[in-house]
Structures are given as structure tokens and as C-alpha cells.
């Protein structure tokens, strides 16, 4: 008979992927506010749960939290963008590598669905950037580098907000061709146009970040 505390420890992961999800999908933008009490209504539980897996994102530096009712999505400055990006080149590349080189036809069936999911999607930037990040992690799912994988995570999480900021009638910043051509890539093993693809990929991201956030 399972007791509370296992429940409490459960529920409270459950919280933790869901806001998680949300911050990786770039629906909760850098400054973003919000308080406790709110967040817990929008997930419909009560505040513990959420109180105890905002602390956990403190700790990842992904929100800022001054009382429970100012917290925020953590900002980053420009050198630390360009940190992450330059973190992100050096762990992900060595990612795509393994994953082409090992091959799936598991995998291939996945990112095939995310391409998919994304042509659809691709005049809605939410959803676009939703399976943006599927496709990514299934790729990186066909490793067995599972610490790089935990960094990788963590580099994500706190960039992810600055994926949905945009300059006024911008279209969305990632190349979907690329990621067509990064999935060819990964069906034939052709670890160089797939790793080629990918810094392409990345590279663009960050110019287009970089240009569209505010000077300072």
C-alpha cells in the first residue's frame, strides 16, 4: 500500500516535468513573472508540489525566486548566450555524431514523426519549437553518453525561453530544410552532412537570437 509521502514525492515530479516542459518549449519567456499561487491554479494542485520543484529550477538557475509571489524566468546576458551556444556545439556535436553512427530504425521512425509534426506546425511557433525539441532529443536518445546528455539538458533549459522572443514580423528562427536534410543524413549514416547540418542549424539560432535580443 503505497503512503503519502511516496504520492507527495510523485506528484511533485509530475509538477517539475510539466513547468519543464513548458520552459523547453519556450512558452515562458526570459522576466517572465508569475507567482506561486498562480502557477499552482494553472496546474490545478496545491502549492507544495510546485513550490518544492520551483526550488529544484532555482537550482538549475532556470527561475528566480524572491517570494512566492515574485518569481521569474531567469535572464541571461550576452556572453552567457554565446556560452551556452559554444557549450551546445561542443556536447551536441559529439551527440549527433554517436547517434549517426549507431543508426535506428527506431529512431529514424521518431524523427521522421517530429519532421512531420513540425511541417505542420510551422506557422505556429509554439508547436513548431515543441516538436523542434523532439526531434533534437530522439536523435540524442541513440547514445550511451548519458552524462553529456544531462548537461545537454540543462544547456537547453536555459536558453529554451529566448527561443520564442521575435522582432516584429520576423518568421521563426530554425531552418526546417535543415532539419530535412539532417534527417537524410541520419538514414543514410552520413555522419558529415548530418553533423554539417547541425552546426548550420545551430549557428543560425544563435545569430538569430543574438540579433534579436535587446542591446544593453
Not at 504520492?7 to 520552459?23: A, F, N
Not at 490545478?44 to 538549475?60: C, D, H, K, N, Y
Not at 559554444?86 to 521522421?112: A, Y
Request: glycine share 2%; with cysteine; proline share 3%.
Amino acid at each position: 500500500m503505497p503512503i503519502s509521502k511516496i504520492e507527495t514525492k510523485t506528484l511533485r515530479q509530475k509538477v517539475y516535468d510539466q513547468i519543464r516542459e513548458s520552459i523547453m518549449s519556450a512558452e515562458m519567456e526570459p522576466g517572465e513573472s508569475f507567482s506561486l499561487r498562480t502557477l499552482a491554479d494553472k496546474l490545478g494542485v496545491s502549492i507544495m508540489p510546485v513550490r518544492e520543484a520551483l526550488w529544484q529550477f532555482e537550482t538549475e538557475k532556470v527561475i528566480i525566486i524572491e517570494s512566492n509571489k515574485k518569481m521569474s524566468i531567469n535572464t541571461l546576458t550576452r556572453e552567457q548566450i554565446i556560452e551556452i551556444f559554444n557549450l551546445r556545439f561542443h556536447h551536441e556535436t559529439d551527440l549527433v555524431r554517436e547517434s549517426c553512427l549507431r543508426g535506428s530504425k527506431r529512431i529514424e521512425h521518431k524523427l521522421e514523426n517530429a519532421l512531420k509534426k513540425m511541417s505542420v506546425a510551422n506557422s505556429n511557433t509554439k508547436h513548431f519549437l515543441k516538436w523542434n525539441k523532439e526531434f533534437h532529443f530522439t536523435m540524442y536518445e541513440n547514445t550511451n553518453s548519458s552524462i553529456t546528455l544531462d548537461i545537454v539538458n540543462n544547456l537547453w533549459l536555459r536558453l529554451a525561453p529566448y527561443f520564442g522572443i521575435h522582432a516584429p514580423g520576423s518568421k521563426i528562427f530554425t531552418n526546417f530544410a535543415v532539419h530535412e536534410l539532417m534527417f537524410e543524413s541520419f538514414k543514410s549514416q552520413d555522419e558529415q552532412t548530418l553533423v554539417s547540418s547541425f552546426k548550420t542549424d545551430l549557428m543560425e539560432t544563435k545569430e538569430y537570437i543574438l540579433d534579436v535580443l535587446p542591446l544593453k
